[in-house]
């Protein structure tokens, strides 16, 4: 049993936050590991700042608990955060300006995929209508035939 409880606590995921970086107000530590769910390490790309070992994630989560402390709310340290570093350290980006362009690019294109595909089977299965053969043709037949 001992084993299976070393072995389940050795399989979580380790946090990056340092215990220097933690704040003594437990309300404000919890609105900090909030908002850094929702931010991006730059360095590890797919990574939310609190799970990255990176320098930058360091920065940022010690930036974050400053302007918390500051007494910001969370979309001023957020919106802070964003003027800093772009949009890019969102990890769900905003539906507005140029990224409205990355939101809908996918789905058009499936769109736009689908239509084509139909067109495509819909006119192969679509039999060609047979064309008369003209009077030289007939001709050169009848002479392909007799041979």
Do not use: H
Request: some cysteine; glycine content about 6%.
């Amino acid at each position: 049993m001992r084993y299976l409880l070393l072995i389940l606590m050795l399989a979580s995921p380790a946090m990056a936050v340092e215990p220097s970086e933690m704040l003594a107000d437990p309300a404000l530590e919890a609105r900090a590991r909030e908002i850094s769910k929702g931010l991006r390490c730059v360095v590890c790309q797919n990574e939310n700042i609190d799970d990255s070992n990176a320098g930058i994630a360091a920065d940022l989560r010690v930036l974050v608990r400053e302007r918390l402390t500051a007494g910001d709310s969370d979309e001023e340290t957020v919106q802070y955060v964003v003027d800093r570093y772009g949009e890019y350290v969102l990890l769900k980006p905003t539906f507005f300006g140029n990224n409205l362009i990355l939101w809908l690019t996918g789905p058009l294109l499936l769109l736009l995929g689908g239509i084509g595909a139909l067109v495509f089977i819909r006119g192969r299965a679509k039999p060609q209508p047979e064309e008369a053969l003209n009077a030289d043709e007939q001709e050169k037949l009848a002479r392909l035939l007799q041979d």
